[in-house]
C-alpha cells in the first residue's frame, strides 16, 4: 500500500492509502476543515526525517523531545508550538518551524 504526504493549511498529514482519493478521504474523515495544498505519492512505503535537515546532528540537547514538550504545552497548535520553541532553544524561526514540523509528523 502507498505512503502519501499531504500538507494542508494546518498540517502535514501522512498515511498509508490504495490511491489518492483513499488518501483524501482519510485526511478528510481527521481535519474536515482543512485546505489540502499539496498531495505527493511517497516513492516509498517509509517516511524518515533527515536529523542533519532539522540541525540536530552533534546537538548537545534532544530537540526532538523540546520540540514534542513544546507541542503537547500548545495541544498542537503549530504556531504557538514554534514559539515556544523558539523561547526555549534560543533558535530562529526557520529552524523552529522545521524541527515543529518534523515532529508534529511522528505524533507527538
Do not use: Q
Request: net charge negative; glycine share 4%; with cysteine.
Amino acid at each position: 500500500m502507498p505512503l502519501y504526504e499531504i500538507e494542508t493549511d494546518a498540517h502535514i498529514f501522512i498515511t498509508w492509502a490504495d490511491n489518492e482519493p483513499a488518501a483524501t478521504d482519510a485526511l478528510v474523515d481527521a481535519y474536515p476543515t482543512d485546505t489540502i495544498l499539496r498531495l505527493t505519492r511517497r516513492p516509498r512505503n517509509s517516511w524518515v526525517i533527515s536529523k542533519s535537515a532539522l540541525g540536530s546532528v552533534g546537538t548537545p540537547i534532544d530537540m526532538c523531545s523540546i520540540a514534542r514538550d513544546c507541542l503537547s504545552k500548545s495541544s498542537g497548535d503549530k504556531l504557538h508550538a514554534i514559539r515556544l520553541y523558539m523561547a526555549e532553544t534560543g533558535s530562529d524561526l526557520e529552524k523552529a518551524r522545521r524541527i515543529i514540523e518534523s515532529n508534529m509528523v511522528m505524533g507527538w
